[in-house]
């Protein structure tokens, strides 16, 4: 079993930046990528940016530019560092990882991340 706590969120202005962080614990030797997704109200949930064991990253094109996903393999912690954001980055934000062994896949609770102005 793997556990995933986000926190971090909160409101913000315009061009204003927030930093996310994603803390795992349990089983943490069986996971590799853990990623940051988001959902805002009447949209899917969409993948943001993923980061390996090893430090390969992936962003959406959305938040290339913007965005910078890193992580602490001391601290087993991941973070997501969201800069210039707009409006349309509003939604709740979820960490996601997969166990490799038994491919279960563990979300966290989420956080929600609002900018408004």
């Known amino acids: 079993q793997v556990r995933l706590e986000e926190s971090g969120g909160g409101s913000v202005q315009p061009g204003g930046s927030l930093r996310l962080s994603c803390a795992a614990s349990?089983?943490?030797?069986?996971?590799?990528?853990i990623g940051w997704y988001r959902q805002a109200p009447g949209k899917e949930r969409e993948l943001v940016a993923a980061?390996?064991?090893?430090?390969?990253?992936n962003l959406a094109d959305s938040v290339k530019g913007r965005f910078i996903i890193s992580r602490d393999n001391a601290k087993n912690t991941v973070y997501l560092q969201m800069n210039s954001l707009k409006p349309e980055d509003t939604a709740v934000y979820y960490c996601?990882?997969?166990?490799?062994?038994?491919?279960?896949?563990?979300w966290g609770q989420g956080t929600q991340v609002t900018v408004s102005s």
């Open positions: 996601k990882t997969v166990d490799r062994s038994s491919g279960a896949n563990y």
């Open positions: 349990g089983s943490i030797f069986s996971i590799d990528v």
């Open positions: 980061i390996t064991r090893g430090g390969r990253t």
